[in-house]
């Protein structure tokens, strides 16, 4: 069973930063990929990034790119979504998840298990 535990998040200024953070175990994080979604109020949830088993990162967004990084630690068994540059546009709530795969997955159903959800607010 896949349990995901998220913390981090808040409200920060445009321009500014936050870090979220992703805790599993390492049999998790040494065999499914980790992915970092979004949902602002009204919209669909949005595939925002991942990082595979193997440590490689997909950008589902362009939107983000050049702003938000994804890593992993293997010693305190976390997943880290860094967000750089925030802007209004970004303030959602942020989930991570893992499907049932060490890649990263095209299609948000592919991910079946998910943490709890973290709100981000980007606003003056």
């Known amino acids: 069973q896949v349990h995901l535990v998220q913390s981090g998040g808040g409200l920060v200024q445009p321009g500014g930063s936050l870090r979220l953070s992703c805790a599993a175990s390492r049999s998790v994080l040494d065999n499914y990929a980790i992915g970092w979604f979004r949902q602002a109020p009204g919209k669909e949830r949005e595939a925002v990034l991942c990082?595979?088993?193997?440590?490689?990162?997909?950008y589902y967004t362009d939107s983000v790119k050049g702003r938000f990084t994804i890593s992993r630690d293997n010693v305190e068994n976390m997943v880290y979504l860094q967000m750089n540059s925030l802007k209004p546009e970004d303030t959602a709530v942020y989930y991570c998840?893992?499907?049932?795969?060490?890649?990263?997955?095209?299609?948000?159903?592919?991910?079946?298990?998910w943490g709890q959800g973290t709100q981000v607010t980007v606003s003056s």
């Open positions: 990082i595979a088993s193997s440590g490689g990162t997909t």
């Open positions: 998840a893992a499907p049932g795969d060490s890649r990263c997955l095209q299609r948000t159903d592919d991910f079946s298990s």
